[in-house]
């Protein structure tokens, strides 16, 4: 037999599928099969089905509730209701934002959809019945859905728990139905630069209500062993650590003894990081009937009462020289924070990251308000695909940066790029207080204007403005410019935390003897590829096949304690880790390398997927070897085995950045739009899998474009909520959805290990600027400056109609 | 969402369905495709003791493309329609418009029966059977009778079928060349904003014959007689169709929703009703 | 209420459950059958998620009484692969990325199985109109697309060798 020739460098690499390939999905075999795990495929003996009974009313008082009927139906076994809880003092829960809400409600309930009894029972179809059971007695009290009229003097009283004129958690409340004011940046400095200006802009830019709305709805399954005393959680979560100390901190279980699994998740966008009654319910349900109890929301109580998102009322004042260069950006935010303050953003910012709202741009000076506000609506104020109001903040610069355009009769692209950072002040030290890692943003935006053919876009819109005006076409072309700037990868211990957990993440490494490995980490995946792309991170860093490790996530019995996905953090702080922790292996690994050759280790390096004697390529340990050795070799010095474990406090956040542009026609007559084309360049540092990058681009796209166009939370003025199914809340389908074009460009972050800046969100983030900057800049000609999304078709219409486009 | 307990029964023929509504009354609902009315189940908003499945009974399946007229019977599906192709040569509006019903799944399991008995003004085929001129056949206690497409509507889900009836088959005669559904929606498996059919007969340049009607502009389908009339002895040129626009505009009354308010609709009634009758003039 | 005895085909083998009238098709293949590849999204008939196969339709069996589909045959994603190979579509939904947290993908790919049942050759809008019962929140479709049409590729480029 011949023996099989070495193979060269590059098949070695190839053969690792390291960072940088387009690695097939290792996730895929089982998801195509059906054989998918999510929390409600998990079925347990004897398994019980809560359910709850829901207000009908957005704010009402509670005058009874009778559960004798409901506990009369064959197969409940139990209702529970506030009054059920209050003794274990589990009828409320501490919030991510320091306020507390209601698990059930106790006196009063304060927005539709509010929970007020838990049916437990042996099956849904009994709940479902125990529900229809239930008898509670409303008394309804006046509404409040504008956040403007909840802070009016005369305004009913919300929250009755809350002391009157006692400080919230993040300081003074100026009124009863005030959660916080949070400021940042100077506000005397930028008042006088924009006092003084040769140009204003001023402009409310309304960021609406809407909802991350991912298809598989949020869930649990919690399994109280009364004999062991250990509670098994399963569960939607994005967060499981987390989940698990909150879980500990509120039922006074060791956390020792609480086991938090987030199975397979079907997609999370942020809908999935909060606590929420239901999780609550079904462990108090578990512990009282001692079987394990399932609780799965159906769509309608996941639009109605989980998660919502955005809901931003930013009223902004830019200013600049006549030639346009800015000189300064005020901002107030009035933002509708629902019933209880449940925002999930890291405690130190209850206005998440909103203060990255100076963008791309180089903004002297900048001041930034945001004043909380109690509504009679869903709490939530998730992070949908965001990082922290990055959506808000981006579309808020990215509109106001239009609209000085406008006052300043200049081309908005050639607005941009005079006033974009230089790619020589990086790092850059924003006016509110942030440090921008690295960029080059000309690069990106010349090379987004060629690919789109810029100029002649320009053209051809203008001459179907003259044809539209000439009485011969109803159609205009929008042209949506965006160049956002992200900050993603939180976050910093020293100031990121959320309820007092520091916001580092983590990986643990255990190298098998036969040189294969299993990688566990504080994230999870709900789509991402995390078991594809981390297992590729460590192919390059330690040598070993991709395809010979596996990628475990979401089991806090297992992984090492981590802070989970959100915020496009889990390839900035993760990966870091992931990355460092292969470094820890890979020191090892020289050190039994050397030992092997019997070298010095200071004459061994790495290379590819083994170490080499430096000068002496043909005497080398393949990481294979070494694996091996670490288990049955005795080395003086060094400890048996190959493991690792890393936990990543990240010295600072990433700043992902883009350059999206949109060419939308749309039809005055019917309000409707065409996308003709949707070009994002994205820049997130190093690459870690293409195909993996596109993926999460076209996916983030699509949900900024229904964001833009139709998706929307909406209510009447009785609090009843409008848009509770997929009927009318708007999801659009693959005969909708635009076509993309994906383009990049890279610049690695200097302080992250392996350079990588995250990409979950970028594409919500500047997608959605980009299809309303669209819609606006069609209507540019005839004069508009400001309206509001969503872009549907009869809001386009009323556009149109009110700029007296509809003879 | 779970609906509550109920009876089922699936009767292999017309006449026990009858005995099976008749013996339950007010209690009883049949059920052909179902994707109206298990929704509403669901909700809860609908309560069924006992619901009859119609699926086994093979006579109310099927399609009859005869010299004359034209007859569908009630369970013969939307995909079923879209599919057959003498049916879409003789009366091609049909598979345009079934093509725009809700989404593929939906339209393999949706009925034109149901599609026409439910009394929803959302559905798309109710305003189509009216442009047709369709008659609907109901069978009861009583025996058979018939009922004009225009005459069946009385508001949202109240129709002139009795508890006791079954809609069994609707015919048409075969309709006139030009033919257009035109339907705005926010997407596909919507009901429409404003939707308009269109059938138009024409003789050079003069138009002879015309039929309109318009789905979700009002608690029912809305037949706008008058705005066919303004159309016929004209060269369907813009003044004609602005009147015809005006007098449909006389016979609907839309009602705010998530799609949008009366004025919009309104407005995209006329526009949907414009395209309309240009695509069905010209291809008359 | 009383549960019945009813017999399903399912995936190729007639299996006998007990319902009660109002169980929903969904909760049956799940919860008794064990099929967990399908799933419930909206409940309202608006994502496909619980899309099966019914005696050559494509169904979504939130919206579907289990009793309505007695005697009927009935396939779900479980049942698409053969014993020795995946099927062409779940191997190109890998391929191409057609597929992201998994949740649409068992109805995705069962729908996209009729689809090209009763069109082989699809064009891209095709597949477009084809799919649009069933919604996907991550992929933005394109991939899907693209994971379909080749598929139709692949299966049509198969049949060809097999008449050859």
Known sequence: MNEKAPLDRDERISNLKGMGCSRKRVEDVRFTQGRGNYVDDVKLPGMLFGDFVRSPYAHARIKSIDTEAAKAIPGVIAVLTAADLAPLNLHWMPTLAGDKQMVLADGKVLFQGQEVAFVVAEDRYAAADGIEAVVVDYEELPVITDPFKALADDAVVLREDLEAGADGAHGPRRHHNHIFLWEAGDKTTTEQAIDSADVVAEEMVYYHRTHPCPLETCGSVASMDKITGKLTLWGTFQAPHVVRTVASLLSGIEEHNIRVISPDIGGGFGNKVGVYPGYVCSIVASIVTGKPVKWVEDRMENLMATAFARDYWMKGRISATKEGKITGLECHVTADHGAFDACADPTKFPAGFFHICTGSYDIPTAYVGVDGVYTNKAPGGVAYRCSFRVTEAAYFIERMIEVLAIELDMDAAELRRINFIRQDQFPYQSALGWEYDSGDYHTAWDKAMAAVGYDDLRKEQAEMVEAFKRGESRKLLGIGLTHFTEIVGAGPVKNCDILGMGMFDSCEIRIHPTGSAIARLGTISQGQGHATTFAQILATEIGIQADSITVEEGDTDTAPYGLGTYGSRSTPVAGAATAMAGRKIRAKAQMIAAYLLEVHDDDVEFDVDRFVVKGAPERFKTMKEIAYAAYNQAIPGVEPGLEAVSYYDPPNMTYPFGAYICVMEIDVDTGTHHVRQMYALDDCGTRINPMVIDGQVHGGLTEAYAIAMGQEIAYDEIGNCKTGTLMDFFIPTSFETPHYTTDHTVTPSPHHPIGAKGVGESPNVGGVPAFSNAVHDAFRAFGLRQSHMPHDQWRIWETANKLGMHA | MIPAAFEYHRPSDIAAALSILTEYGDDARVIAGGHSLVPMMKLRMAEVPHLIDLQDIGTLRGIDVGADRIRIGAMTTQHDLINHDALTNAAPTIRETALQIADPQVRYMGTIGGNVANGDPGNDMPALMQCLDATFYLTGPNGERTVSAREFYFAAYATDREDDEILTAIEFAHPMPGFAYEKQKRKIGDYATAAAAVLIQRDGERCTGASIAMTNLSDTPVFAEDAAATLVGTAVDSAAIAAAIEAMQQAIDPSEDNRGPVPFKRHIAGVVLQRAIERAWSRA | ?164
Not at chain 3, 79 to 92: F, R
């Open chain 3, 1 to 164: 209420m009383k549960k019945t005895p009813i017999e399903l085909n399912v995936n190729g083998q007639t299996r006998t459950v007990l319902v009660e009238p109002r169980e929903l098709l969904i909760h049956t293949l799940r919860e008794q059958l064990e099929l967990t590849g399908p799933h419930v999204g909206c409940e309202t008939s608006h994502c496909g998620a619980c899309t099966v196969e019914i005696d050559g339709r494509s169904v979504k069996s939130c919206t579907l009484f289990a009793v309505q589909a007695a005697g009927a045959e009935i396939t779900t994603v479980e049942g698409l692969a053969s014993p020795d190979a995946l099927h062409v579509l779940q191997t190109s939904f890998r391929e191409h990325h057609g597929l992201q947290c998994g949740y649409c993908t068992p109805g995705m790919i069962t729908r996209a199985h009729r689809l090209l049942q009763e069109n082989p050759n699809p064009t891209e809008e095709d597949v477009r109109f084809g799919l649009a019962g069933n919604l996907c929140r991550c992929t933005g479709y394109q991939n899907i697309v693209k994971s379909v049409l080749a598929a139709a590729e692949e299966l049509n480029t198969q049949k060809e060798a097999a008449q050859a």
